[in-house]
């Protein structure tokens, strides 16, 4: 499942961070390829914006992306209910389902699969990861015109920094989900940034495989800078 219904106003004005394009091809397209490279992956289903659904269908149409199932759905205001919209289009026989950022389209597919395999290995929920190259600080409020104070640094060997695609077990994924919905319509909620968040918040536990530096998300004009190196470098070794 790709959750592609946000915005991406980080990457600046224009088309929705999932549309902008890379190599010729919109990020999106990149993302949905990277999981449909898996043979254990029979299924895609993307998450779009409601009002461009159409658009989505077409691009995906134009890039040739066949020999897979590719559904596109209308998501969510948010991440959340992107990933429940496209949950409810999955077949309930589906056992595993993995959800992955449009904006790491490079992921490699031996992530994928070493996510896939874990699951399979009987983990409820898995999440790929890289240890942290930069000293992290943890820091509190600052005062008006004033400097953020470090409370403390945690020990860097502890921390990893997560990517997608993100792996679980079908119904564990729709438990926590369906937990997160009632709770919100009570005027509640966990307020996590993704889906393994969610398992954690509901008392689960979730294992970590190794990610790869070239699933890092684009977020920043930079980094579009970086995926395009990337891309053309794969191109030129393996016809990427």
Do not use: C, N
């Not at 997560?162 to 709770?183: D, I, M, N, S, Y």
């Amino acid at each position: 499942m790709v959750p592609a219904a946000g915005r991406g106003e980080r990457l600046g004005p224009g088309a929705p961070k999932a549309l902008r394009e890379l190599g010729g091809a919109p990020l999106l397209v990149h993302a949905v390829r990277a999981l449909a490279r898996s043979r254990s992956v029979g299924l895609v289903v993307v998450a779009a914006p409601p009002a461009g659904v159409a658009e989505v269908v077409g691009l995906l149409d134009s890039h040739g992306l066949d020999g897979k199932d590719i559904r596109v759905v209308a998501g969510g205001a948010t991440r959340q209910e992107s990933v429940r919209l496209g949950l409810a289009a999955i077949p309930e026989q589906t056992e595993i389902v993995l959800v992955h950022d449009a904006a790491r389209p490079l992921v490699p597919v031996e992530v994928v699969d070493a996510v896939i395999g874990a699951v399979r290995g009987g983990a409820g929920a898995v999440v790929p990861a890289v240890p942290l190259a930069d000293t992290v600080k943890r820091v509190g409020p600052a005062g008006p015109g004033r400097p953020e104070p470090v409370l403390d640094t945690p020990d860097r060997a502890t921390l990893r920094a997560v990517q997608t695609p993100q792996g679980f077990r079908r119904e564990l994924l729709a438990e926590v989900h369906a937990k997160a919905l009632a709770e919100a319509e009570s005027g509640g909620g966990p307020a996590v940034t993704d889906d393994a968040g969610l398992v954690e918040w509901y008392g689960g536990q979730v294992v970590v495989v190794p990610g790869h530096e070239e699933a890092f998300k684009v977020t920043r004009p930079l980094d579009l800078v970086l995926a395009e190196a990337v891309l053309t470098r794969r191109r030129a070794s393996d016809g990427f």
